[in-house]
């Protein structure tokens, strides 16, 4: 089956001497399947997302779209022929028309009989029918994000970009947004590539999640694989609150300060490696005995998220159900109940198994 993106070594800098913002990029995107772009400010997400739409040129590599190139040596399509559809961060919408002129602005090339028809899919798709002739004035932001969503769809692109189309929305509407967009991309069964900087929108939306790094793709994979499975340290970082403690390799498993994990490793025994926890993988209960002590209890609603400090100096995270109440300064006694194998680095940050 024909890709209906396909990145092959893609390089742009934005000036000689410069380090590129995209660097030796390859990605592929199927037909039908949601990509998240995932990564720091600065990470080359939003570049990406330019040099597959035509608003920026690659330096060297090749940019395919349904098997057809739209950017490598001697080709360069132009936006406008490269059946893409974009949904911007402020929507973009013009505010001198409305819902249904809005929509139709894209659909070029058709008989007035089937834009019409066009328009009245997209307003059933997005959930929007019987509000075609109001302006973008009159619409709320989620309702706003819909029109943008429903232009970029109406032409059946190739692919659609979306790039942080969530972040001019307040906390409430944009989980419902986000619901409402990752319902509408599915039931359309359009490709989409879709930049955030949010790790839970990003597991949330992609079927797959694409983890970038200084121009560099760190690991691409579903949201269960980028999160339990990080190739390295750096993902492990960035996608939530992690922590960090050494770790020795023995014949009954990894011996840390929390204990004894009891995960096997295909390394020799007194190798030392890093192992990442998450506030979920560790449990705590009061213990005066204990030099381990709670330095902080942060109320989040219906979990609290304690920070406690190790005998050797070191913090770990646990997050707790919100009817336990530890003060700070109590001792307490830390393990680890993951229910999983933990993630495990070498001196260079890269997973170990």
């Keep these: 089956m024909t890709a209906a993106v396909e990145i092959e070594r893609v390089t742009k800098s934005y000036g000689r001497g410069l380090p590129p913002v995209v660097d030796d990029l390859s990605l592929v995107v199927a037909p039908g399947e949601v990509v998240a772009l995932l990564g720091p400010s600065g990470s080359g997400k939003t570049t990406l997302l330019r040099l597959v739409a035509g608003f920026a040129v690659p330096d060297s590599g090749v940019v395919r779209l349904a098997g057809s190139v739209v950017a490598g040596p ?26 249904r002129r809005n929509i139709a602005f894209g659909l070029t090339g058709v008989s007035p009989r089937e834009r019409e028809q066009k328009v009245r899919d997209s307003l059933v798709l997005v959930g929007l029918r019987g509000l075609e002739d109001r302006y973008p004035h009159q619409l709320s932001g989620g309702q706003q994000q819909r029109v943008a969503l429903a232009r970029a769809l109406a032409p059946e692109p190739v692919v659609v970009l979306l790039d ?29 590539l879709f930049v955030t900087h949010d790790q839970d929108e990003a597991l949330f939306m992609g079927d797959r999640v694409a983890v970038l790094n200084g121009g560099h793709l760190e690991q691409i994979g579903t949201a269960d694989q980028v999160y339990h499975l990080p190739a390295n340290r750096f993902v492990a ?53 204990s030099p381990a002590r709670v330095t902080l209890r942060h109320f989040e609603g219906t979990v609290a998220l304690y920070h406690v400090t190790l005998p050797s100096g070191q913090s770990v995270h646990s997050l707790q159900s919100h009817t336990l109440m530890v003060p700070p300064g109590t001792g307490v006694r830390v393990w680890v109940d993951a229910g999983h194998d933990l993630p495990c680095f070498d001196p260079e940050g890269q997973a170990v198994t």
Excluded: N
């Excluded at 399509?77 to 819902?99: I, W």
């Excluded at 020795?248 to 204990?259: H, N, P, Q, R």
């Excluded at 025994?269 to 506030?279: D, L, N, S």
């Design 237 to 289: 970082e960035f996608m939530g609150t992690t922590d960090f403690l050494p770790g020795m390799v023995t014949a009954d498993g990894i011996l840390t300060e929390l204990g004894l994990l009891a995960q096997r490793m295909g390394l020799p025994e007194g190798v030392t490696v890093t192992v990442a926890f998450r506030p979920d993988d560790v449990r705590l209960e009061p213990d005066p005995s």
């Design 164 to 192: 942080e189309p969530f972040s001019g929305l307040d906390a409430g509407l944009r989980a419902k947004v986000r619901d409402d967009v990752a319902s509408i991309l599915h039931a359309s069964g359009a490709s989409a």
């Design 74 to 99: 001697g080709t360069l399509l132009p936006p406008e022929r490269r059946g893409v559809g974009m949904v911007f961060q402020d929507y973009a919408l013009f505010p001198h028309l409305d819902v």
